[in-house]
């Protein structure tokens, strides 16, 4: 199963929609307004570092670590996948929306991403987003786990969080979570809960120390502020 991740090492297996684009990590492809945009395996490789890092810089010397673990490029090797990148994605580098260059230091991935499992990918239109910063995880009809191992549905690598820490279900168009026996409980507006659990659209969400707000994807109104910490 293909499972979203956050604070976390990349997840190769996951489906991400970017400003009209739409990533396959699996697959390793990529789709621009339903076409697909050819982009070399180097470069790819380069968009996953950018994508997990974000939205902090990247630096040069990393970026090239990364992608050429055991060979010694220069910067111009890097420049080269950074314009294949750009040009798969339909990102103008005079006008950058997505990668963003920090000239003499690195590069960092800008724009909003939208995390979709590939269990859910064809269920149509999800019913809640939960989002946390500038990450979304689409939630659609059916129950999902939520925890720290992989074999979750969605996972959240942070120490805070259980292996198997809570279920989420949509139902009928309503959102209910339920806590797994966590080691450090699962809060609905810092309410410590247990059984299966109501939650409505602007209710946030914790998970041990991780905090996600839900949100109504038929709102219009996706934007909200996280409290820092």
């Given at each position: ?88 994605l ?55 786990t939520?925890?720290?191992?992989d ?19 949509v ?59």
């Amino acid at each position: 199963m293909v499972r979203p991740r956050l604070e976390s090492s990349w997840d190769p297996g996951m489906i991400l929609r970017i400003d009209g684009c739409e990533i396959d990590c699996d697959r390793r492809r990529i789709l621009r307004q339903g076409a697909e945009q050819p982009l070399p395996r180097k470069a790819f490789d380069l968009l996953l570092v950018l994508l997990d890092k974000r939205p902090k810089v990247v630096t040069k010397e990393t970026l090239i670590k990364r992608v050429w673990p055991d060979a010694f490029v220069a910067d111009a090797n890097l420049a080269i996948l950074i314009g294949d990148v750009r040009a798969a994605l339909g990102d103008d580098a005079k006008e950058p929306r997505m990668i963003k260059t920090h000239h003499r230091v690195g590069y960092s991935f800008a724009a909003d991403v939208t995390e979709v499992s590939a269990a859910t990918h064809d269920r149509g239109h999800p019913t809640f987003v939960l989002e946390a910063a500038r990450r979304r995880i689409l939630l659609f009809e059916g129950a999902v786990t939520l925890g720290r191992d992989d074999s979750c549905d969605i996972v959240i690598n942070d120490p805070s969080v259980s292996r198997e820490h809570a279920v989420l279900t949509v139902r009928d168009g309503q959102l209910t979570v339920a806590d797994r026996d966590s080691k450090n409980g699962t809060r609905v507006d810092d309410q410590r809960i247990g059984d299966e659990t109501a939650v409505k659209p602007g209710q946030r969400i914790k998970f041990g120390s991780i905090e996600l707000v839900v949100l109504d994807p038929t709102s219009g109104d996706t934007t909200v502020t996280l409290p820092s910490g």
